[in-house]
């Protein structure tokens, strides 16, 4: 399974943008890549998912460069309310990428 | 439509105690995660279950973990002879569970149980 390494903790202000990037240099062909965010006690939910080029939704956007090797969430004009665990996910079903070990994530501390 | 729900939400129990955690998931999903948070830690996996498929348990610390699941619904995860290292909050999760594609399925959390081991 791909391992992935994303930063401890960054600190934003309201209405920056941030971009959080992972590296996963042993991403495999068939692998995803599949970002979690955690809010304090709760369980984390689903942010986006993609395989190359730009993803985006209503929430954020996902660039993966063409080597895969990294890829880097872009959260639009943060809030209060974006201060969560933000976890890179990469793998594939098959192989069982579910399995995947969630790591510490990145801590983003949006300030006022 | 509901959720992933887990009961009960809070537990503290007695070292070398037995307990029993309950997951209900989203209702047509075949598949069934369960993890572990231990404070300011990441998710580590214990077990995924999928539809009458054997379950994946090679992420059960020891052998005081086991979790059952009856058909497509209801998981219970139980730890025996509780120790104190148990104490974390244990998430679990649901997905889909169909499909041909090979991306992850987006898995969908419960609020986890948070055990507390004296």
């Known amino acids: 399974l791909a391992k992935t390494t994303q930063p401890i903790s960054m600190d934003s202000y309201e209405g920056q943008e941030v971009n959080i990037t992972c590296s996963h240099n042993n991403i495999a062909t068939n692998d995803y890549i599949t970002w979690y965010q955690q809010f304090p006690s709760q369980g984390p939910r689903f942010i986006i998912q993609?395989?190359?080029t730009k993803v985006t939704n209503e929430v954020a956007s996902l660039f993966i460069p063409a080597d895969r090797k990294s890829s880097t969430l872009s959260l639009p004009r943060v809030s209060l309310s974006d201060t969560a665990v933000y976890y890179c996910l990469v793998g594939d079903k098959q192989t069982g990428g579910f399995k995947t070990i969630f790591g510490a994530g990145t801590r983003l501390f949006v300030k006022a | 439509g509901a959720g992933v729900s887990q009961s009960p939400s809070n537990k503290v129990t007695e070292k070398g105690k037995d307990v029993e955690l309950r997951c209900d998931p989203i209702s047509g999903h075949t598949a069934l995660y369960w993890y572990r948070q231990r404070l300011g830690q990441g998710l580590e996996f214990l077990i995924y279950?999928?539809?009458?498929?054997?379950?994946?348990k090679s992420g059960l610390p020891s052998d005081r973990f086991s979790a059952e699941r009856t058909g497509e619904s209801v998981s219970t995860l139980t730890i025996q002879r509780t120790q104190q290292e148990d104490s974390a909050v244990y998430l679990c999760a649901s997905s889909f569970g169909g499909g041909y594609r090979l991306s992850l399925e987006t898995q969908y959390f419960g609020p986890g149980t948070r055990l507390l081991v004296l």
């Open positions: 993609g395989y190359k």
């Open positions: 279950f999928q539809g009458n498929s054997a379950p994946d």
